[in-house]
């Protein structure tokens, strides 16, 4: 049991460590910046930031939320992203005795690169090829190991299109020249639907496009947005995909279907 507590502080550290990491990621991919090379540095005055001052948390706290070189403030989102990898790292660790290896390492991967992914789609509204490369090949691999995987991930995949291309046509009749949603949405159902299944998979479209709907009526209300206007669909599907995980809600919802039934 100890062995097991030690495995659990272990794995929360690394995950704060590479919430750190996909801190760099979101900040330096869209800029076209090396994510090797140079060193971690502050955005605003650009003098490098030392090993013991870049340690997850605690330094932020350490530092009161600011530089040590120029004392602006350091966005929130830094800490936050960190915290919460940190938190779903432990959490499928955690929940290992539930699943096996495959399934646990499988899930910490995934949702390690949906969050940058997710944090750049809503800021920059795409999806770097590079981080999605990399989940479609995780998808991949999860649906050469499990049938579940396979049919969640053309489910998703056949659902997705198929409203893609029905909406796609009911444009064109409107003579509307833009798009339902990005090539990238498409690509992202793979690794969802692998991940999730063919059940969490339709159930992530619901409540994804329930959340966007909530939110989009939100910002009309108190910003004025336009229909026209391009909203990201991205961190829909994966704040959805991320909560049917981590809740089981597809699981719950199969088993109130059996009891109807």
């Known amino acids: 049991m100890t062995d097991f507590y030690i495995l659990l502080i272990l794995t929360a550290f690394l995950g704060l460590c590479f919430g750190s990491f996909a801190n760099v990621l979101i900040y330096r991919i869209p800029e076209n910046i090396s994510i090797i090379n140079p060193r971690s540095f502050c955005p605003k005055c ?3 930031i030392p090993f ?3 340690i997850p948390i605690f330094s932020f706290i350490l530092q009161l939320g600011k530089c040590h070189n120029c004392s602006n403030k350091i966005s929130l989102q830094y800490p936050l992203i960190e915290l919460f990898m940190g938190s779903i790292w432990l959490y499928f660790m955690f929940d290992f005795k539930n699943q096996d290896l495959f399934n646990t390492i499988s899930s910490i991967c995934i949702i390690s690169i949906l969050i940058p992914l997710a944090i750049i789609d809503l800021k920059h509204l795409y999806f770097p090829l590079s ?3 990399i989940l479609i090949l995780l998808g ?8 579940d995987s396979f049919i969640g991930l053309m489910t998703g995949l056949s659902f997705l299109s ?3 291309f029905l909406v796609k046509i009911w444009f064109k009749i409107n003579k509307r020249n833009d798009t339902p949603m990005g090539f990238g949405d498409i690509l992202l159902i793979i690794p969802l639907g692998a991940w999730l299944g063919p059940l969490g998979i339709l159930l992530c479209f619901f409540l994804s496009s329930v959340l966007a709907l909530f939110f989009w009526i939100m910002l009309f209300i108190m910003k004025g947005f336009s229909f026209k206007q391009k909203m990201p669909f991205g961190p829909y599907l994966i704040g959805s995909s991320i909560l049917i995980k981590i809740t089981d809600l597809d699981q719950l919802i199969f088993v109130l279907i059996s009891q109807i039934k």
């Open 46 to 48: 650009k003098i490098s």
């Open 131 to 133: 981080l999605l490369v």
């Open 52 to 54: 013991y001052r870049n």
């Open 140 to 147: 991949i691999i999860q649906a050469c190991m499990s049938y």
């Open 162 to 164: 198929l409203i893609f």
